[in-house]
């Protein structure tokens, strides 16, 4: 079934301030997008590398949210890939993993995936927060017919040192490639 995702060229514009072309609603005011030069920096090498790294969670108090990451996520969503974004803290790292830019009606498998052949057999010492994915139903109706903005989240959390977040970045994105 077609589902709502915006044309990557529309990211695109949207993250240098400039309106999209194609699919209305895509971007909105109310979601910050437009990226400055460290952001740029960052949103390059995370379209290299698989992943966005930001300092804490990215947020900009004079944006009021955090542009690097919406960008990122709605990217991400214009792919058909999961979004993963490391949050640099001082002593530990938080990686986030969200399923729900692959807009699917039930994301079971997949998390299983990444639960069964990553967290669980690569990196067992460490403790993962997946609550949002096992306690709220995906809402078929937002997935299918809102911007990514507009869709909840569905996240698995894992708090780990610097090296270990981005190796499990890594390990992520080349399981993700297999869906």
Same mark, same amino acid.
């Given at each position: 079934?077609?589902? +709502?995702?915006? @044309? =990557?060229?529309?990211? &695109?514009? =949207?993250?240098?301030?400039? !309106? %999209? ?15 400055? %030069? ?12 698989? +992943? =966005? ?14 542009? %690097? ?12 890939? #999961? ?12 990686? *986030? ?13 997949? $998390?299983?995936?990444?639960? &069964? /052949?990553? =967290? @669980? ?11 949002? #994915? *096992? ?7 937002? $997935?299918?017919? @809102? ?8 996240? #698995?959390? $894992?708090?780990?040192?610097?090296? &270990?977040?981005? !190796?499990?970045?890594?390990? $992520?994105? /080349? &399981?993700?490639?297999?869906?």
């Amino acid at each position: 079934m077609k589902v +709502f995702r915006p @044309k =990557l060229d529309d990211v &695109e514009s =949207l993250s240098y301030g400039n !309106a %999209a072309k194609k699919n209305r609603g895509t971007g909105s005011r109310h979601v910050c997008h437009r990226l400055n %030069a460290q952001e740029r920096k960052l949103y390059d090498i995370a379209k290299r590398v698989g +992943f =966005l790294t930001v300092r804490g969670t990215g947020y900009r108090k004079e944006r009021k949210g955090s542009p %690097a990451c919406n960008t990122y996520r709605q990217r991400c969503d214009a792919l058909e890939d #999961i979004c993963i974004v490391i949050e640099k803290r001082t002593e530990i790292d938080t990686v *986030s993993i969200d399923f729900s830019t692959l807009r699917v009606e039930n994301d079971t498998e997949f $998390v299983a995936s990444v639960v &069964e /052949n990553i =967290l @669980k057999t690569k990196y067992p010492d460490l403790a993962f927060d997946n609550s949002s #994915i *096992s306690s709220v139903p995906i809402d078929w109706e937002a $997935v299918r017919t @809102k911007p990514i903005w507009g869709v909840n989240e569905r996240l #698995i959390k $894992v708090d780990c040192s610097r090296d &270990e977040a981005k !190796a499990l970045a890594l390990d $992520v994105w /080349n &399981e993700s490639n297999k869906f």
